[in-house]
């Protein structure tokens, strides 16, 4: 059973594109996150939920939106995709919010052509 | 702001090597510090945590220490294997309601039969 997953796993479009990327966790945690892996393997939080509530939004463009309908779900939603978008989305989950560990998903590669 | 430096990479080794990754941290207060590790094409992983200074975490043959003097959590294995060939990223989660990771660049590990 995979603890934390996405799809889709590969992602290509082109720019101007509409897009979503959907992540599940089976573990029961209440704290949900996206991430945006560069290609020089930089990791940067992007958004986290805690109990379907919005608790950290860093500075990313308004054309990422999450959605979160229940604790186990946790989507992004990209529009007008650019270049610069192209990256390796992890999604992950921990229970609580300080110290916690967190489980990640396998990742999402979107290329944006 | 919270901050962690690890050292550049690739780090190259031969098998059955010494390995030490350093990593130091600029936060205030009593952050918790982890390592995690990402295989190619997978998510990240726990490896190793420390939650107060001294503590040392371990794990599958890695060992890091919390040194708060020398702010410091350096990754240390006494014999790698080839299977250990991975991104490893040192991490902080900090206090005072900032509950996101700050994760360093990481550093790519290669071993060598």
């Known amino acids: 059973d995979t603890a934390v997953s996405q799809t889709p796993k590969y992602l290509v479009t082109q720019m101007g594109n509409d897009k979503s990327i959907k992540c599940e966790q089976n573990?029961?945690?209440?704290?949900m996150y996206w991430y945006k892996q560069d290609s020089k393997k930089f990791l940067k939080i992007m958004f986290s939920?805690?109990?379907?509530?919005?608790?950290i939004n860093e500075t990313v463009p308004n054309r990422f939106s999450p959605k979160s309908p229940d604790k186990a779900h946790l989507n992004l939603h990209i529009n007008s995709l650019e270049l610069g978008d192209s990256a390796v989305y992890f999604c992950?989950?921990?229970?609580?919010?300080?110290?916690?560990?967190?489980?990640f998903g396998p990742g999402t590669r979107l290329t944006v052509t | 702001g919270n901050s962690v430096t690890q050292m550049e990479g690739p780090v190259t080794l031969s098998e059955e090597a010494f390995l030490t990754i350093n990593c130091t941290y600029t936060a205030t207060g009593y952050p918790s510090l982890f390592w995690y590790v990402q295989y190619p094409g997978e998510g990240l992983q726990l490896l190793l945590k420390?939650?107060?200074?001294?503590d040392k975490g371990s794990n599958k043959g890695f060992e890091a220490t919390y040194r708060k003097e020398t702010t410091s959590f350096h990754l240390e294995k006494g014999s790698v294997q080839v299977s250990d060939s991975a991104v490893y990223f040192c991490a902080l989660m900090g206090t005072s309601g900032t509950y996101k990771y700050i994760f360093g660049t990481g550093t790519r590990l290669k071993v060598l039969a």
């Open positions: 420390a939650t107060k200074a001294d």
């Open positions: 939920y805690n109990n379907k509530e919005l608790i």
């Open positions: 573990l029961g945690h209440d704290t």
């Open positions: 992950a989950s921990s229970q609580g919010l300080s110290g916690a560990e967190q489980y």
